[in-house]
């Protein structure tokens, strides 16, 4: 969820958007929602999804009304499902609403940690609520949540200038932990000049 992250699709030119993606950002402003994922976020998420294989699992935390699901959800294989949970019950009520004639994805209310046990993912996309590590919480056990192979990411990083990564002067920790994990393949990748995305593969066995 990226502050004011909303108001940036109306600037966007007409058509540079999904039309599901516009239907999430249409419930976003309906709500008074300004916590959508950037756009240029909104992008990679759509590329990652078109990458998993059909009978694919995609994982999502913070659903929102659901603008990050909806750039996944055009780009995603019908065999591939996609599960997302928000624990706003209007937020959720509204993705769900978005979604309605899109069979392979699923909207949940409730807590992040809910969606872990519907788990492993083949990509899981951290974009609130707890597991992420970034604000001070308790990772989750990448074994535990992600296939061989599978990838997750965080978003919302200014991008990373130094090493090791701080953010107001102190260690970054949460994006530290997934940039040194030992079974985890991981970079940064900035997408916008102020808006960077760790993504990480979960490779058995590794040893950085």
Known sequence: MSQGGTAMYARLPDGHVPPLVARAVAAANDL??????????????????GGVQPGGLI?????????GLAWMASSAHPGVRLLSIEIDADRAAAAQTVFVDTPNVTVLCGDARELY???????L??????GSAKAG???????????????????????MTTWPPRFHGELDRGRHYWLTHPEM????IAVAP???VVIARRTAGLQN
């Not at 308790?138 to 949540?145: D, I, L, Q, R, T």
């Not at 061989?148 to 991008?159: E, K, M, N, W």
């Open 32 to 49: 008074g929602f300004e916590l959508s994922v950037h756009p240029a976020t909104g992008r990679l998420l759509q590329s990652l999804a």
């Open 59 to 67: 994982g999502e935390t913070g659903t929102g009304t659901g603008v």
């Open 117 to 123: 046990e519907h788990g492993p993912f083949h990509l």
């Open 125 to 130: 996309v951290f974009d609130g609520g707890w």
């Open 137 to 159: 919480d308790a990772p989750v056990g990448v074994a535990e949540v992600l296939v061989d192979g599978g990838l997750l990411t965080v978003d919302d990083f200014s991008p």
């Open 185 to 188: 393949l991981a970079t940064e």
């Open 194 to 196: 102020d808006m960077a």
